[in-house]
T-cell receptor, first 114, second 108 residues
Framework: DAGVIQSPRHEVTEMGQEVTLRCKPI?????LFWYRQTMMRGLELLIY????????DSGMPEDRFSAKMPNASFSTLKIQPSEPRDSAVYFC????????????FGPGTRLTVL | TQLLEQSPQFLSIQEGENLTVYCNSS?????LQWYRQEPGEGPVLLVT?????EVKKLKRLTFQFGDARKDSSLHITAAQTGDTGLYLC????????FGTGTRLQVFP
């Protein structure tokens, strides 16, 4: 299995631009999670989906952030417009059918907003 | 206020030394997990502890869940450079909540 795939691995953009991060979960997993990691705040959950439906988006920082999961094999996290304080590493993770199953993380996307 | 406080925040040691890192909370949990995150990668699950007082070993790593299920420790014996990374504890309440992390650097 290829594991969780994220793209791009690195993104550098200018303030005000739209940024789209992509994630392909492990085949057969029905839960998908988006996290953000910074030195100051650590690893924070932004949003998670179960069977392609958003369950908890309480971690999404503001309306500039949006996430979609149009099908079981693809999800996007969009920031529009981006700001320098959005600079962080964004991780996607997926999990199997049971809530006690292990979450598998992707390699992350390092976002730098200038 | 963080649900899970880890200490120390940073740890820098030489190969061969022993170390212990801690994960503390005022809440009681049904289980607790430990992850290791290497530079440029996502966190990887090391172990899940479930029972109060439980001890689990993974080669040179020993994990213990507190009797009251509020805290946990990770002890590494004879650290190696390959142990370098960020160690995170987490609780799984349908979604994972991570601790503040301990960043370990092992020098040759």
């Amino acid at each position: 299995d290829a594991g969780v795939i994220q793209s791009p691995r690195h993104e550098v953009t200018e303030m005000g631009q739209e940024v789209t991060l992509r994630c392909k979960p492990i085949s057969g997993h029905n839960s998908l999670f988006w996290y953000r990691q910074t030195m100051m705040r650590g690893l924070e959950l932004l949003i998670y989906f179960n069977n392609n439906v958003p369950i908890d988006d309480s971690g999404m920082p503001e309306d500039r952030f949006s996430a979609k999961m149009p099908n079981a094999s693809f999800s996007t996290l969009k920031i529009q417009p981006s700001e320098p304080r959005d600079s962080a590493v964004y991780f996607c993770a997926s999990r199997g059918q049971d809530s006690t199953d292990t979450q598998y993380f992707g390699p992350g996307t390092r976002l730098t907003v200038l | 206020t963080q649900l899970l406080e880890q200490s120390p925040q940073f740890l820098s040691i030489q190969e061969g030394e022993n170390l212990t890192v801690y994960c503390n909370s005022s809440s009681v949990f049904s289980s607790l997990q430990w992850y290791r995150q290497e530079p440029g990668e996502g966190p990887v699950l090391l172990v899940t502890v479930v029972t109060g007082g439980e001890v689990k070993k993974l080669k040179r790593l020993t994990f213990q869940f507190g009797d009251a299920r509020k805290d946990s420790s990770l002890h590494i014996t004879a650290a190696q450079t390959g142990d370098t990374g960020l160690y995170l504890c987490a609780v799984n309440t349908d979604k994972l909540i991570f601790g503040t992390g301990t960043r370990l650097q092992v020098f040759p």
